[in-house]
C-alpha cells in the first residue's frame, strides 16, 4: 500500500475523490509501454494483496459463511410465520366487515328517522303557532278601541312569527317548504307577517307624533320580533336627516332676500324674518331630535322575551347612535346655511349676536337631554362664518370710528400754522370712540366667547388709537427744555397725554360693566398697558430733562466748604446754596412743567421715582463729601431738612417715596453720631445700605492716609459716581474691602504700631454686612 501512495500514477485510484475521468487522463500522459507496465505492475500487486488477505482470514471466512446459512434458516422461519399471520389477520376482518355494514346501515336509518321525527316536530310547532295566530283575532280588538289588549295581542303575535322564523332558519334543506301539509299556513303567515310589520311602521309613526311611550315602545318590541329594528331605525334615522334638511331649506327661504343686496329701509323687517325662521328651522330640529332621542331612550329600557337582553344591543354600533345622527345634523345645516344666497350671508353677518342665542338655546334643550352627546363648538361650527365675518366688520367699524375722530380733528384745524400740535382728538371725540366701543360690546354681551372675541377687537382699536397718539407726540427740543415758559410743543404732549388719560379711565369703566372672565381682564390689562406705555413714553424725556437739571444742581454741593469753623456758640447755620436753587427749580418746574400735566396715576409714580432717584443721588454726594467739620455737618444736616422741604411740590406724600425717604430720614440721625456710635445704631443694612455707611465714614472720619475708594479706581469724582451708581453690592464691597486692605499696607509699611480709630469700626461693619449677606448683588 504504501507503493501506491508515494506513486502519483496509483495513488490516484486510493482518493476518496476518486474521478474516472481524470484518472483515465493522467495515465494517458505516459507513454504507451508505461501505462501497460504500471496497470499490469499494479494488477499484480493487487493479487497479491488479495491472497495475502485471504490467506490471513481463511478460517473467519469459513465461520462467516456457516452463519449465513443460519440465517437463510431463519428467513424461512419468518416468512411462514407472516403467512399464517396474514392469513388470521384475514379471518378476523371477514368477521367484523359483516357487523359493520350492518351497525352503519342502522345508523344511517336512525339518521334518517331523526331528520324526519325533527321535520315532523317543526311541522307540527308550525301547525300549532299557526293556530295560535289565527286565534289572536287583532281585527277584533283594534275596532273595539282596546289598546291595552291589541298591544298584547300583537306582541304575541309577532313572538309567534319570530319562532316560526327561527323554525324556518333552521331547516338548512329547506324541506318544510316541500311539505304540502304545512304550504299554505307559511304562505298565510307570510302575509301576516306583511300585513303586521305595515302595521306595526304605521304605529310607529303614530306614536313618535303623539309621543306616546308604550306605542313606540310596543311597535319596536314588535319590530324586533319580526327582525326589522336596525332597518327600521336605520330608515327612521335618514327620514329625521332628510326632514331636517327639508326643514332648514323652507324656513331659511325668504322671499325678500331674492335680490343680491339689501336697503336700508328693509333691513329691520328682514332680519326679524330671518330670526323667525331660524328659530322655526331650530323648533324643527328639536322636535326631531327629541323623537330619535325618546326612540333610543325606549331602546334602553325594552327586553328581548327570549334572553332578556336589552333591544339596543341588538342594534350595530348602538353606542354612537346619537352620536352619528348629531353629525349628520350638523353636517346637513352647515351644507344648507352655506348654500344660500349672498343676501341671506350679508343679513347673517349683520345680525349675528341675535342669531347666536337662538343656537345657544337650541343647545341648552339639547344638552339637557342629552348631556352626553355633542357639544357646542360643533354647533357654533354652523355659522362660525358668520361670527368671522360679524368680527372682521366689527373691527373695521371700531378702526373706522378712530380714523374718523383723528381725520376730524385735522379737518377741523386745517388752517391752523402748527397743524400737527393742533390735531389732537378733543374729549368729546374720546366720548364717541368710547361710545361706539360700549356699543359693540353691549350687542355682543349675550355670549361670553363672542364677548371675549370682541374684547380683542376693542384691544386693537385700543393699540390703534394709542398708535395715531404716538405720531402726533412732539419730539423736538422744545419739548423737553426745562429752561424757559412751557412750550407749545409740550402743551402739545400734555394734551395727548390728558387725552390719553381720559381714554384709559373710560376704556376701564366700560369693561367694568359687564361680566368679566380672565380673557377680558387680560385683554384690560394689556389695553392699559398700552396706554400708560405711551403716556411714559410721552413723558419720559421732559422728566429725564428735569431729572438730569436736578442732578446738575445737586453735583454743585462739591463746590460749597463744608469744613468750616466758627467761634460763636449755638451759631445758626443756613442750607447750602445749591440747596436753594434746588428748592427753586423743583418749585418751578412742578409749577411750569408738571402741573401741567393733570392727575395722571401713571405720571404721579413716574414724579416719586423721579423724587426717590433725587434723594438718593443726594445721600450719594453727601456720603463722598470730605473733608467735614462738625459745623459742616450741621450745614448737611440743614441741607437734609431743606431736600424734604424742596420735594413737597412733586410728591406731597413722602410715603409714596418708598425706601428712599426711609433712608433720609434714618440718615439724618446719624449726622452727629461717632463711628462707634454708628457701628451700632439699628437702622444699618435696614434702610440704610452697608455701602453708603462705609463711604460716609471713609468720606468723614478717615485719616490722610487712609486711600479712598476713589483713589484706588484712579477714578475722576464723575466716573466714580456713575461707577457706584450702576454697580452691584458685591462689587462695592469689593473695593472696600481692597480699600481697607490698602490702608493695613499702609500702616506696615510706615511701621505704624497701631491703626485709625476709623479702621475697626469699619472692619466690624464690614463683617456684619457679610453676616447678613447683603453683599451679594
Same mark, same amino acid.
Given at each position: 500500500?504504501?507503493?501506491?501512495?508515494?506513486?502519483?500514477?496509483?495513488?490516484?485510484?486510493?482518493?476518496?475523490?476518486?474521478?474516472?475521468?481524470?484518472?483515465?487522463?493522467?495515465?494517458?500522459?505516459?507513454?504507451?509501454?508505461?501505462?501497460?507496465?504500471?496497470?499490469?505492475?499494479?494488477?499484480?500487486?493487487?493479487?497479491?494483496?488479495?491472497?495475502?488477505?485471504?490467506?490471513?482470514?481463511?478460517?473467519?471466512?469459513?465461520?462467516?459463511?456457516?452463519?449465513?446459512?443460519?440465517?437463510?434458516?431463519?428467513?424461512?422461519?419468518?416468512?411462514?410465520?407472516?403467512?399464517?399471520?396474514?392469513?388470521?389477520?384475514?379471518?378476523?376482518?371477514?368477521?367484523?366487515?359483516?357487523?359493520?355494514?350492518?351497525? +352503519?346501515?342502522?345508523?344511517?336509518?336512525?339518521?334518517?328517522?331523526?331528520?324526519?321525527?325533527?321535520?315532523?316536530?317543526?311541522?307540527?310547532?308550525?301547525?300549532?303557532?299557526?293556530?295560535?295566530?289565527?286565534?289572536?283575532?287583532?281585527?277584533?280588538?283594534?275596532?273595539?278601541?282596546?289598546?291595552?289588549?291589541?298591544?298584547?295581542?300583537?306582541?304575541?303575535?309577532?313572538?309567534?312569527?319570530?319562532?316560526?322564523?327561527?323554525?324556518?332558519?333552521?331547516?338548512?334543506?329547506?324541506?318544510?317548504?316541500?311539505?304540502?301539509?304545512?304550504?299554505?299556513?307559511?304562505?298565510?303567515?307570510?302575509?301576516?307577517?306583511?300585513?303586521?310589520?305595515?302595521?306595526?311602521?304605521?304605529? +310607529?309613526?303614530?306614536?313618535?307624533?303623539?309621543?306616546?311611550?308604550?306605542?313606540?315602545?310596543?311597535?319596536?318590541?314588535?319590530?324586533?320580533?319580526?327582525?326589522?329594528?336596525?332597518?327600521?331605525?336605520?330608515?327612521?334615522?335618514?327620514?329625521?336627516?332628510?326632514?331636517?334638511?327639508?326643514?332648514?331649506?323652507?324656513?331659511?327661504?325668504?322671499?325678500?332676500?331674492?335680490?343680491?343686496?339689501?336697503?336700508?329701509?328693509?333691513?329691520?323687517?328682514?332680519?326679524?324674518?330671518?330670526?323667525?325662521?331660524?328659530?322655526?328651522?331650530?323648533?324643527?330640529?328639536?322636535?326631531?331630535?327629541?323623537?330619535?332621542?325618546?326612540?333610543?331612550?325606549?331602546?334602553?329600557?325594552?327586553?328581548?322575551?327570549?334572553?332578556?337582553?336589552?333591544?339596543?344591543?341588538?342594534?350595530?354600533?348602538?353606542?354612537?347612535?346619537?352620536?352619528?345622527?348629531?353629525?349628520?345634523?350638523? !353636517?346637513?345645516?352647515?351644507?344648507?346655511?352655506?348654500?344660500?344666497?349672498?343676501?341671506?350671508?350679508?343679513?347673517?353677518?349683520?345680525?349675528?349676536?341675535?342669531?347666536?342665542? +337662538?343656537?345657544?338655546?337650541?343647545?341648552?334643550?339639547?344638552?339637557?337631554?342629552?348631556?352626553?352627546?355633542?357639544?357646542?363648538?360643533?354647533?357654533?361650527?354652523?355659522?362660525?362664518?358668520?361670527?368671522?365675518?360679524?368680527?372682521?366688520?366689527?373691527?373695521?367699524?371700531?378702526?373706522?370710528?378712530?380714523?374718523? @375722530?383723528?381725520?376730524?380733528?385735522?379737518?377741523?384745524?386745517?388752517?391752523?400754522?402748527?397743524?400737527?400740535?393742533?390735531?389732537?382728538?378733543?374729549?368729546?371725540?374720546?366720548?364717541?370712540?368710547?361710545?361706539?366701543?360700549?356699543?359693540?360690546?353691549?350687542?355682543?354681551?349675550?355670549?361670553?366667547?363672542?364677548?371675549?372675541?370682541?374684547?380683542?377687537?376693542?384691544?386693537?382699536?385700543?393699540?390703534?388709537?394709542?398708535?395715531?397718539?404716538?405720531?402726533?407726540?412732539?419730539?423736538?427740543?422744545?419739548?423737553?427744555?426745562?429752561?424757559?415758559?412751557?412750550?407749545?410743543?409740550?402743551?402739545?404732549?400734555?394734551?395727548?397725554?390728558?387725552?390719553?388719560?381720559?381714554?384709559?379711565?373710560?376704556?376701564?369703566?366700560?369693561?367694568?360693566?359687564?361680566?368679566?372672565?380672565?380673557?377680558?381682564?387680560?385683554?384690560?390689562?394689556?389695553?392699559?398697558?398700552?396706554?400708560?406705555?405711551?403716556?411714559?413714553?410721552?413723558?419720559?424725556?421732559? @422728566?429725564?430733562?428735569?431729572?438730569?437739571?436736578?442732578?446738575?444742581?445737586?453735583?454743585?454741593?462739591?463746590?460749597?466748604?463744608?469744613?468750616?469753623?466758627?467761634?460763636?456758640?449755638?451759631?445758626?447755620?443756613?442750607?447750602?446754596?445749591?440747596?436753594?436753587?434746588?428748592?427753586?427749580? @423743583?418749585?418751578?418746574?412742578?409749577?411750569?412743567?408738571?402741573?401741567?400735566?393733570?392727575?395722571?396715576?401713571?405720571?404721579?409714580?413716574?414724579?416719586?421715582?423721579?423724587?426717590?432717584?433725587?434723594?438718593?443721588?443726594?445721600?450719594? !454726594?453727601?456720603?463722598?463729601?470730605?473733608?467735614?467739620?462738625?459745623?459742616?455737618?450741621?450745614?448737611?444736616?440743614?441741607?437734609?431738612?431743606? =431736600?424734604?422741604?424742596? @420735594? =413737597?411740590?412733586?410728591?406731597?406724600?413722602?410715603?409714596?417715596?418708598?425706601?428712599?425717604?426711609?433712608?433720609?430720614?434714618?440718615?439724618?440721625?446719624?449726622?452727629?453720631?461717632?463711628?462707634?456710635?454708628?457701628?451700632?445704631?439699628?437702622?444699618?443694612?435696614?434702610?440704610?445700605?452697608?455701602?453708603?455707611?462705609?463711604?460716609? =465714614?471713609?468720606?468723614?472720619?478717615?485719616?490722610?492716609?487712609?486711600?479712598?475708594?476713589?483713589?484706588?479706581?484712579?477714578?475722576?469724582?464723575?466716573?466714580?459716581?456713575?461707577?457706584?451708581?450702576?454697580?452691584?453690592?458685591?462689587?462695592?464691597?469689593?473695593?472696600?474691602?481692597?480699600?481697607?486692605?490698602?490702608?493695613?499696607?499702609?500702616?506696615?509699611?510706615?511701621?505704624?504700631?497701631?491703626?485709625?480709630?476709623?479702621?475697626?469700626?469699619?472692619?466690624?461693619?464690614?463683617?456684619?454686612?457679610?453676616?447678613?449677606?447683603?453683599?451679594?448683588?
Amino acid at each position: 500500500m504504501d507503493v501506491f501512495k508515494h506513486d502519483h500514477v496509483y495513488s490516484a485510484f486510493l482518493g476518496d475523490n476518486f474521478n474516472l475521468q481524470q484518472t483515465i487522463a493522467s495515465i494517458n500522459n505516459l507513454a504507451f509501454n508505461e501505462q501497460v507496465a504500471k496497470i499490469s505492475s499494479g494488477i499484480e500487486h493487487v493479487k497479491q494483496c488479495i491472497s495475502l488477505l485471504t490467506s490471513q482470514n481463511c478460517e473467519e471466512f469459513f465461520q462467516r459463511t456457516s452463519k449465513l446459512d443460519d440465517l437463510y434458516q431463519e428467513l424461512q422461519f419468518i416468512q411462514i410465520k407472516s403467512q399464517n399471520l396474514y392469513k388470521t389477520l384475514e379471518l378476523i376482518k371477514a368477521k367484523l366487515e359483516t357487523p359493520y355494514h350492518q351497525l +352503519l346501515k342502522q345508523i344511517n336509518l336512525i339518521s334518517r328517522l331523526q331528520q324526519t321525527c325533527d321535520l315532523l316536530r317543526k311541522m307540527i310547532r308550525i301547525m300549532h303557532l299557526s293556530k295560535r295566530i289565527y286565534e289572536c283575532n287583532l281585527e277584533a280588538f283594534r275596532h273595539e278601541n282596546e289598546q291595552t289588549i291589541y298591544f298584547k295581542e300583537i306582541v304575541k303575535v309577532s313572538q309567534y312569527l319570530n319562532e316560526v322564523d327561527m323554525i324556518i332558519n333552521s331547516d338548512e334543506d329547506k324541506l318544510l317548504f316541500k311539505l304540502n301539509l304545512i304550504n299554505k299556513d307559511l304562505q298565510q303567515i307570510k302575509l301576516i307577517k306583511t300585513q303586521l310589520e305595515d302595521d306595526m311602521e304605521k304605529l +310607529l309613526i303614530d306614536g313618535i307624533q303623539s309621543s306616546e311611550t308604550n306605542t313606540i315602545g310596543t311597535a319596536l318590541q314588535v319590530l324586533h320580533n319580526l327582525g326589522l329594528l336596525e332597518n327600521t331605525l336605520n330608515t327612521f334615522i335618514n327620514d329625521k336627516c332628510i326632514a331636517i334638511e327639508q326643514a332648514a331649506i323652507v324656513n331659511l327661504s325668504i322671499r325678500e332676500l331674492k335680490g343680491s343686496k339689501l336697503s336700508n329701509a328693509q333691513a329691520n323687517s328682514l332680519r326679524l324674518s330671518l330670526r323667525n325662521g331660524i328659530k322655526a328651522m331650530l323648533d324643527s330640529v328639536t322636535l326631531h331630535f327629541n323623537q330619535t332621542c325618546n326612540i333610543v331612550r325606549i331602546l334602553r329600557k325594552k327586553r328581548d322575551h327570549l334572553n332578556q337582553t336589552l333591544l339596543i344591543e341588538f342594534v350595530t354600533d348602538n353606542e354612537l347612535i346619537l352620536n352619528n345622527f348629531w353629525n349628520r345634523m350638523i !353636517h346637513t345645516l352647515t351644507v344648507v346655511i352655506g348654500n344660500q344666497p349672498t343676501a341671506f350671508k350679508q343679513l347673517m353677518e349683520m345680525d349675528y349676536p341675535k342669531v347666536l342665542p +337662538l343656537f345657544l338655546d337650541f343647545w341648552k334643550i339639547f344638552s339637557h337631554t342629552e348631556p352626553d352627546i355633542g357639544n357646542e363648538k360643533s354647533l357654533r361650527g354652523v355659522i362660525l362664518n358668520f361670527e368671522s365675518a360679524y368680527l372682521s366688520n366689527s373691527l373695521s367699524s371700531l378702526f373706522s370710528a378712530v380714523n374718523r @375722530i383723528f381725520n376730524d380733528a385735522r379737518a377741523s384745524n386745517k388752517g391752523s400754522t402748527n397743524f400737527k400740535v393742533v390735531s389732537v382728538p378733543s374729549e368729546r371725540d374720546v366720548d364717541s370712540l368710547i361710545e361706539s366701543i360700549n356699543n359693540e360690546l353691549s350687542y355682543v354681551k349675550v355670549d361670553s366667547q363672542l364677548l371675549n372675541a370682541t374684547c380683542k377687537n376693542v384691544l386693537k382699536t385700543i393699540n390703534l388709537f394709542v398708535v395715531k397718539c404716538e405720531h402726533l407726540a412732539a419730539v423736538d427740543g422744545d419739548s423737553t427744555q426745562v429752561i424757559g415758559p412751557f412750550t407749545s410743543s409740550q402743551r402739545h404732549n400734555a394734551l395727548i397725554v390728558h387725552i390719553l388719560n381720559i381714554f384709559g379711565q373710560q376704556i376701564e369703566k366700560t369693561l367694568s360693566i359687564y361680566s368679566k372672565t380672565n380673557t377680558m381682564n387680560s385683554d384690560l390689562d394689556k389695553a392699559q398697558a398700552s396706554i400708560d406705555s405711551l403716556i411714559l413714553t410721552i413723558f419720559e424725556p421732559l @422728566i429725564n430733562s428735569i431729572q438730569d437739571a436736578i442732578e446738575a444742581i445737586i453735583s454743585t454741593m462739591y463746590n460749597e466748604d463744608y469744613n468750616i469753623n466758627s467761634t460763636t456758640k449755638n451759631e445758626e447755620v443756613q442750607c447750602s446754596l445749591y440747596m436753594k436753587e434746588l428748592t427753586r427749580f @423743583i418749585a418751578r418746574v412742578s409749577q411750569d412743567y408738571l402741573s401741567q400735566f393733570g392727575k395722571c396715576v401713571v405720571i404721579e409714580k413716574r414724579i416719586w421715582q423721579m423724587a426717590a432717584t433725587t434723594i438718593d443721588m443726594f445721600l450719594l !454726594h453727601k456720603c463722598l463729601i470730605t473733608p467735614v467739620s462738625d459745623l459742616g455737618r450741621k450745614k448737611i444736616a440743614a441741607d437734609f431738612n431743606q =431736600l424734604e422741604l424742596a @420735594i =413737597l411740590p412733586i410728591s406731597e406724600r413722602m410715603g409714596d417715596m418708598g425706601r428712599s425717604y426711609k433712608v433720609l430720614r434714618a440718615f439724618k440721625t446719624l449726622l452727629f453720631l461717632t463711628p462707634e456710635e454708628v457701628a451700632k445704631s439699628e437702622t444699618l443694612g435696614n434702610p440704610i445700605p452697608y455701602h453708603l455707611i462705609l463711604f460716609y =465714614l471713609i468720606s468723614n472720619f478717615a485719616p490722610e492716609d487712609f486711600r479712598s475708594p476713589q483713589k484706588i479706581l484712579d477714578y475722576s469724582l464723575i466716573r466714580y459716581i456713575k461707577w457706584i451708581e450702576t454697580s452691584t453690592n458685591e462689587q462695592r464691597f469689593t473695593l472696600i474691602n481692597d480699600t481697607l486692605d490698602s490702608y493695613v499696607k499702609q500702616v506696615r509699611k510706615s511701621q505704624k504700631k497701631t491703626f485709625a480709630p476709623i479702621y475697626p469700626v469699619l472692619v466690624e461693619i464690614m463683617k456684619r454686612a457679610l453676616n447678613n449677606k447683603s453683599i451679594k448683588p
